[in-house]
């Protein structure tokens, strides 16, 4: 129990703590405990990072199903994640792609942490996200220039290598790997010295033409012009 003392020197941390959440660049929500609804818990609180990503106003959604917030394609995973707290305490991390009150899509990193009282009922849901869309966007992009460069490998009969700047062997065609009898799995990460050794005695590399690692960028961009 606080004596008076210790409750005036409690009321500037608690000030303090109000104001860090409220600022924080990460999203906060805050709900109530209660999962048996369809519409799933109440939102107690939100701070403003979560109100700019979600496109609503913090009045707005003070006192709201969380349903309203999470994309109704998404919900039936959602709630069910947040039933897991019955049974555990455990933090819940995932990454979604949800949508705001535009209808424009965001991805989100969520860590999820359930608050019990002192009988063990669960009494507050706490949800952190962190905005990971420039993220998903580029791995995306990543992705689409090694399927590209596949593609285009795939159907160039010479054969061909990208290595990195320090010349390990990155990626081959299958007219290189025909020329030299390996896998591609043999070949990977092969000093590109090596690998230029083995094909000169054998005799059966007929073209062995090095690319930078970095061509798959500016093979890209040339493309799209």
């Not at 005036?8 to 941390?13: A, I, R, S």
């Not at 007219?175 to 092969?190: C, E, F, S, T, V």
């Amino acid at each position: 129990i606080l004596g008076d003392q210790d409750r005036v020197h409690t009321k500037p941390l608690d000030r303090l703590f109000e104001i860090v959440v409220a600022r924080a660049h990460e999203t906060i929500v805050v709900t109530d405990g209660r999962l048996d609804s369809d519409a799933g818990p109440t939102i107690l609180f939100v701070n403003d990072a979560a109100a700019r990503r979600t496109g609503y106003t913090t009045e707005t959604l003070i006192s709201e199903p969380f349903r309203r917030i999470v994309p109704p394609e998404a919900w039936p995973g959602v709630i069910a994640r947040l039933r897991r707290f019955r049974e555990s305490a455990e933090v819940d991390q995932t990454e979604l792609l949800a949508k705001d009150h535009a209808g424009k899509e965001y991805w989100i990193e969520l860590s999820t942490l359930p608050i019990f009282d002192e009988n063990g009922a669960l009494e507050y849901i706490v949800r952190i996200g962190r905005d990971i869309t420039a993220r998903k966007i580029a791995e995306h992009q990543r992705e689409m220039t090694q399927d590209l460069m596949a593609s285009l490998f795939g159907a160039i009969d010479v054969p061909l290598v990208v290595a990195n700047e320090s010349g390990s062997v990155m990626m081959t065609n299958v007219a290189l790997q025909n020329a030299l009898g390996w896998r591609p799995l043999d070949l990977a990460g092969k000093p590109l010295a090596n690998l230029i050794a083995v094909g000169d005695q054998a005799h059966r590399a007929t073209l062995l033409r090095t690319v930078e690692a970095r061509a798959a960028q500016t093979m890209q961009c040339a493309l799209r012009q």
